[in-house]
């Protein structure tokens, strides 16, 4: 039993130390700006703009729930404009980046791991080596810059979006007037509300990316190692997304409470 | 010259190379021949830093592989062109960006060079005007000879293929094999070539090494390996399935391959 649980334990620290090892690879690279910026803004477009359909879709959606929630909760309880508040503290605070955090963790984590992955097992990362590239540099840096500024990116016109709908949905379906939306969104409203959503957002960014590339770099073993490597990537980044969602509220929100 | 020294290399429980060693002097070309599976990728991937040994050491120019820092490993692979057994072009660059790739790295050419030196490099194996083309949109045998492309349009002062003409046809073989003794008689290009087509090795290679059971099994001349002695090496050159010429010894046993 306790030789089970050192041996646990010595996987995880090795596990961890290996994560910083490669963390510290891609910060080296980082002074290679002339193999990186080849591929920074084709990342950007990638992992961000193809992104942006999902993400819009995923705000609208939940604009138009939480607008129909709040109402049904606050009925004959709290004045009717209290949806605005509700609504803009949930969007910009929590909802917005965590579930467009865990689309993205599919989507972009996913397509991280897999394309590294088959360059791995196809050894197009060992041809990079031996035409002088540093794949750090070449793949993981441009794709960590990408993932760590336009997850914000998207999160930010998300959360547009989802207000947007949501102030659609309180006009037609609640019954507020527009005064009414806004004297709601506005009364308990903080620039750090958005500040703090998006700053989540880039760690949410960076910590996608970055698994991405670390299960895609380590994969093995050709379709199946691939495949495993994808898989791994969407589990972490899941699981990362909310690790840091609770390790932000425990932080920042409760230092500016 | 390059020369590896009693080099050991295990992936895991899995031991590849059990003090391999062997040397390639300038400007001759050495055939690293042995079964599938031997260690002939893993023994030359040494040469180019992508693997460090366990045990031994690799020196290219006088200098010690495993030792060099990141930057001295960088500026010795721009020495060296690398043609993989499967070619490994990037699937999402074009035919002219992948054989000019290591050309915008080293930074020495402008764009209209580096163009030029692709068509030279394409027009060499036989694939002019591909430039535009995706590696998907081309056959096994054509992204072959990209590979090669891409280490040749280097300048490179090694090469070193990695089965270079295995899967293509008779005649492609040939022109493959042509370029090789080209490379070699013509512009003094070093090179190592590990192959399972014999008659390719006799035709291009100076010395031909057999590797067998992580080291090797016998170094010699092209004349010498044809008049070898060694059973397993005589097996091995005359593609028999039993060790002695009448059939009476078992077939080669696996714990040979690695």
């Not at chain 1, 810059?145 to 659609?168: D, E, K, N």
């Not at chain 2, 050309?103 to 036989?126: F, M, P, S």
């Not at chain 2, 290009?189 to 290679?205: K, L, N």
């Amino acid at each position: 039993m306790i030789t089970a649980l050192g041996a646990f334990v010595r996987r995880q620290v090795e596990a961890l130390g290996s994560v910083g090892e490669f963390a510290g690879e891609a910060a080296r690279g980082i002074s290679d700006l002339r193999t990186w910026t080849v591929n920074a803004m084709q990342q950007m477009r990638r992992l961000g703009v193809d992104s942006l359909p999902i993400g819009l879709l995923i705000a609208a959606f939940t604009g138009i729930v939480l607008a129909l929630l709040a109402n049904y909760a606050l009925t004959g309880a709290v004045p009717l404009y209290f949806v605005g508040v509700l609504l803009e503290k949930t969007i910009t605070l929590e909802l917005t980046p965590v579930l467009t955090g865990l689309a993205l963790a599919g989507r972009v984590g996913a397509n991280i791991a897999a394309e590294l992955g088959t360059m791995r097992v196809t050894e197009q990362v060992d041809a990079l080596e031996t035409l002088a590239y540093d794949p750090y540099a070449y793949l993981v840096v441009p794709r960590v810059l990408a993932g760590t500024v336009m997850f914000p990116i998207v999160v930010g016109l998300s959360m547009a979006v989802a207000l947007f709908f949501g102030y659609v949905a309180a006009l037609g379906i609640v019954g507020l007037t527009t005064a009414e939306f806004e004297q709601g969104v506005q009364l308990f409203y903080q620039g750090f509300d958005i500040s703090y959503g998006l700053v989540k957002s880039a760690s949410f960014g960076f910590a996608v990316s970055l698994i991405g590339c670390i299960a895609g770099l380590r994969a093995r073993g050709g379709a199946e190692g691939v495949g495993r490597a994808a898989t791994q990537a969407v589990v972490y980044s899941a699981v990362m997304i909310l690790v840091l969602d609770a390790f932000w509220a425990m932080t920042w929100l409760q230092a500016v409470r | 010259m390059i020369r590896l020294d009693n080099i050991s290399k295990a992936f895991g429980d899995k031991v590849v190379l059990r003090g391999f060693s062997m040397d390639v002097k300038e400007g001759e070309t050495v055939a690293l021949i042995g079964y599938s599976g031997s260690g002939k990728s893993v023994a030359i991937k040494h040469i180019v830093g992508l693997l460090e040994p366990d045990a031994g050491t690799v020196f290219v120019d006088g200098k010690e592989v495993p030792q060099l820092t990141r930057k001295e490993l960088y500026a010795l692979r721009s020495k060296i062109g690398y043609v993989f057994q499967f070619a490994a072009l990037f699937d999402s660059l074009t035919i002219g960006e992948n054989v000019g790739m290591g050309l915008r790295k080293q930074g020495t050419l402008d764009e209209a060079g580096i163009a030029e030196r692709v068509g030279e490099a394409l027009a060499l194996v036989d694939l002019p005007g591909v430039e535009q083309r995706y590696p998907a949109e081309l056959s096994g045998g054509m992204r072959k000879r990209v590979g090669i492309a891409r280490a040749i349009a280097l300048r490179p002062k090694y090469i070193l293929y990695d089965e270079p003409t295995t899967g293509l046809d008779p005649v492609t073989s040939a022109v493959i094999d042509e370029l090789m003794i080209r490379m070699q008689q013509q512009l003094g290009v070093t090179g190592v070539v590990i192959t399972h087509d014999m008659r390719s090795a006799y035709r291009v290679a100076t010395r031909i090494a057999m590797l067998y059971e992580g080291s090797v099994r016998q170094m010699g001349t092209v004349a010498e390996i044809q008049h070898t002695t060694d059973p397993v090496v005589r097996q091995f050159i005359e593609g028999r399935a039993t060790l002695e010429e009448d059939g009476a010894e078992a077939p080669r046993g696996a714990g040979g391959r690695a």
